[in-house]
C-alpha cells in the first residue's frame, strides 16, 4: 500500500522538513528526515526508502547532485525535486539529474501528496498481464513495458519514469490526440490546472531525448493536448 511507504525528505529549510514530515505522517507514510545532500546519500545507502523529495538549493551536495549520484549507481528511487526556480532550463537541469518529477516552491499540500501518489504507482511492481506482454511499435519506436526499455531504431535512451511513463501513454494512443487533463491524470494523477508547465516541460525534454525531427514523432495539436504519430503517418 502506498500509505505505507518510506519518504526521505532532503532538505536544509527546517521549517519545510518539519512541516512535511508531520503532513506526510498524517497520510500514512513513514518519514525520515536529513537537511542536506550529504546525509540524504548517506541515509538512502544505509537503508533504502521507496521515494526521495530533494531540495534542489542545499549546502555542499544539492539535490541534482544527490540525483546524479544515485541514478550512477543505478538506483531508481522515484524522486520528486522541490526548488523555486521555475524557469524551464531549471526544470531541465533537474530532469538531467535523474527526477522524476519537479514541484516549484511555494506548492499545494494536495499537489505534493498527488505526486506522491503517483510516482509511488509507478513504481509499483507491474500485474501479471502487463509482465507478459511483449513490446510496444510505433515506427522505428520501440518500447518494452516490462522492462522499461526504449529503443529510436538501433538506439537505446534513457528516461526517468515520468518520461517512460509519459512516452508509454502516447505510444498506447498512436495517432490519437490526448488533451491536457487526460494526460495530467493519466501520469500524475492530477490536473495541475491550465497554468501549469510540467506537461509541456516534459514533453520537451523527451523530444529532445528521442531526437525528434521534423515533423516530430510527437506532435503538439494546438489548444487540445499532444498525439504520437509515426512518419508517413497522416491520421
Given at each position: 500500500?502506498?500509505?505505507?511507504?518510506?519518504?526521505?525528505?532532503?532538505?536544509?529549510?527546517?521549517?519545510?522538513?518539519?512541516?512535511?514530515?508531520?503532513?506526510?505522517?498524517?497520510?500514512?507514510?513513514?518519514?525520515?528526515?536529513?537537511?542536506?545532500?550529504?546525509?540524504?546519500?548517506?541515509?538512502?545507502?544505509?537503508?533504502?526508502?521507496?521515494?526521495?523529495?530533494?531540495?534542489?538549493?542545499?549546502?555542499?551536495?544539492?539535490?541534482?547532485?544527490?540525483?546524479?549520484?544515485?541514478?550512477?549507481?543505478?538506483?531508481?528511487?522515484?524522486?520528486?525535486?522541490?526548488?523555486?526556480?521555475?524557469?524551464?532550463?531549471?526544470r531541465v537541469a533537474g530532469l538531467d539529474a535523474g527526477a522524476d518529477d519537479y514541484l516549484a516552491k511555494p506548492f499545494e499540500l494536495e499537489e505534493l501528496l498527488a505526486r506522491l501518489r503517483a510516482l509511488l504507482r509507478r513504481a509499483a511492481p507491474?500485474?501479471?498481464?502487463?509482465?507478459?506482454?511483449?513490446?510496444?511499435?510505433?515506427?522505428?519506436?520501440?518500447?518494452?513495458?516490462?522492462?522499461?526499455?526504449?529503443?529510436?531504431?538501433?538506439?537505446?535512451?534513457?528516461?526517468?519514469?515520468?518520461?517512460?511513463?509519459?512516452?508509454?501513454?502516447?505510444?498506447?494512443?498512436?495517432?490519437?490526440?490526448?488533451?491536457?487533463?487526460?494526460?495530467?491524470?493519466?501520469?500524475?494523477?492530477?490536473?495541475?490546472?491550465?497554468?501549469?508547465?510540467?506537461?509541456?516541460?516534459?514533453?520537451?525534454?523527451?523530444?529532445?531525448?528521442?531526437?525528434?525531427?521534423?515533423?516530430?514523432?510527437?506532435?503538439?495539436?494546438?489548444?487540445?493536448?499532444?498525439?504520437?504519430?509515426?512518419?508517413?503517418?497522416?491520421?
Amino acid at each position: 500500500m502506498e500509505a505505507t511507504a518510506t519518504v526521505l525528505i532532503a532538505d536544509d529549510d527546517r521549517a519545510i522538513r518539519n512541516s512535511l514530515e508531520r503532513a506526510l505522517h498524517l497520510e500514512g507514510y513513514e518519514v525520515r528526515t536529513v537537511p542536506d545532500g550529504v546525509q540524504a546519500l548517506a541515509a538512502v545507502h544505509a537503508e533504502p526508502v521507496d521515494l526521495l523529495i530533494l531540495d534542489v538549493m542545499m549546502p555542499g551536495v544539492d539535490g541534482l547532485g544527490v540525483a546524479k549520484v544515485l541514478r550512477a549507481e543505478g538506483d531508481r528511487t522515484p524522486i520528486l525535486m522541490l526548488t523555486a526556480r521555475v524557469e524551464t532550463p531549471d526544470r531541465v537541469a533537474g530532469l538531467d539529474a535523474g527526477a522524476d518529477d519537479y514541484l516549484a516552491k511555494p506548492f499545494e499540500l494536495e499537489e505534493l501528496l498527488a505526486r506522491l501518489r503517483a510516482l509511488l504507482r509507478r513504481a509499483a511492481p507491474v500485474s501479471g498481464e502487463a509482465a507478459d506482454e511483449g513490446p510496444l511499435r510505433a515506427g522505428d519506436l520501440r518500447l518494452d513495458p516490462r522492462a522499461r526499455r526504449v529503443w529510436r531504431g538501433e538506439r537505446e535512451i534513457e528516461l526517468s519514469k515520468t518520461e517512460f511513463d509519459l512516452l508509454e501513454l502516447l505510444i498506447r494512443n498512436t495517432g490519437i490526440v490526448l488533451d491536457h487533463s487526460t494526460i495530467y491524470d493519466r501520469i500524475w494523477g492530477y490536473d495541475f490546472g491550465p497554468e501549469s508547465k510540467n506537461l509541456a516541460v516534459y514533453i520537451s525534454y523527451l523530444r529532445r531525448k528521442l531526437g525528434d525531427g521534423d515533423p516530430p514523432l510527437i506532435q503538439t495539436v494546438r489548444g487540445v493536448g499532444y498525439t504520437l504519430r509515426p512518419r508517413g503517418r497522416t491520421s
